[in-house]
């Protein structure tokens, strides 16, 4: 195998993953390694699968909005004047200058550029000095549309215009922990990290959670008893385990006023891991998360 040519790496993962579930084993230290196989990880999931952007309450008033790129494509997500969420291309239609950067509160979008001026529906509102070209029409111009998706309260979004819907392909969630309404929870504190690794790397140590009793034993590891940790072999867009927990973090566990959940369903956290890259602890009392995109 060369730098160039990911087929050695994915014939040594489709050989790991070909033995049966309990004989599983980690996998090769190619597909961590090799720049060729990050490559075809870009252009072949995450250029075409839905990734979560974050969560919708916290794009809560009209002019919202956060930046992401995807596979090298600069993407904005809006709340729009009618309280629609939308995505949208972050790079304007004249000279290409990436329009917003971070996350903020816009009335309208303006490319800092020559400040062509674009609504939160993409289209365009004005350009400075353009009704002399004779060929100009603004109506012509848009941004690019983005697919983007409200799913129990996390943005999903895709450059794939073919994605089947998110809820079609996560209905076994919704089976698993409808118990548990995600989109009736809300994000009160966020941070936004590059980490010096693979992805993966990161996704993986999220759902093992047979390290708790060691590496957090001073806070959630004393709740976690690996003996009640069920882990079964998953489904085809995520995979997920869960622990039945103690009493030692009264946070994690149903509120008392809570009446809804009954015995186990109190104080059992569930780790769901959306395929590719949406890692979630989910317990009666909070959640959090991991969403994750590969850079350079």
């Known amino acids: 195998m060369t730098q160039h040519d990911p087929s050695l790496a994915i014939a040594e993962l489709r050989a790991n993953v070909s033995v049966p579930f ?6 090769p230290k190619s597909v ?7 490559k075809a990880e870009e252009e ?33 997500i809006l709340r729009d004047r009618e309280g629609v969420l939308r995505g949208m291309s972050n790079v304007c239609r004249h000279r290409m200058s990436t329009l917003l950067e971070g996350r903020g509160n816009v009335r309208s979008i303006v490319c800092p550029y020559h400040a062509w001026t674009y609504n939160l529906d993409g289209s365009l509102r004005g350009a400075p000095a353009m009704a002399r070209n004779e060929d100009f029409c603004r109506e012509d111009v848009k ?9 129990q309260g996390w943005i999903m979004v895709t450059l794939n ?19 548990l309404p995600m989109d009736t929870y809300r994000e009160v504190f966020r941070e936004e990290f590059r980490w010096d690794t ?3 790397v990161l996704a993986e140590n999220f759902m093992e959670s047979y390290h708790l009793p060691v590496c957090h034993a001073g806070t959630i590891g004393g709740a976690s008893d690996l003996n009640k940790m069920e882990c079964p072999e998953g489904e085809a867009a995520f995979n997920y385990h869960w622990i039945v927990k103690n009493d030692m973090v009264p946070l994690a ?13 109190r104080r059992i956290t ?20 991991l969403s994750l995109t590969p850079g350079r």
């Open 44 to 76: 072949h999931i995450f250029a075409k699968d839905w990734l979560c952007a974050g969560r919708a309450d916290a794009l809560g008033k009209p002019g919202d909005y956060l930046t992401m790129t995807i596979s090298g494509e600069p993407v904005i």
């Open 143 to 151: 941004l690019p549309p983005v697919r983007v998706e409200d799913w």
């Open 32 to 38: 961590y390694t090799s720049p060729a196989f990050a």
């Open 161 to 179: 215009p073919d994605a089947p819907p998110v809820a079609e392909q996560l209905a076994g969630v919704d089976r698993l922990v409808g118990h």
């Open 22 to 27: 309990e004989r599983a084993h980690a996998m």
């Open 270 to 289: 569930w780790l769901l891991a959306i395929y590719p890259a949406l890692l979630i602890t989910l317990t009666p009392g909070y959640f959090w998360y």
């Open 198 to 200: 693979n992805w993966k």
């Open 253 to 265: 566990l149903a509120h008392p006023t809570n009446t809804v959940l009954q015995g186990d369903d």
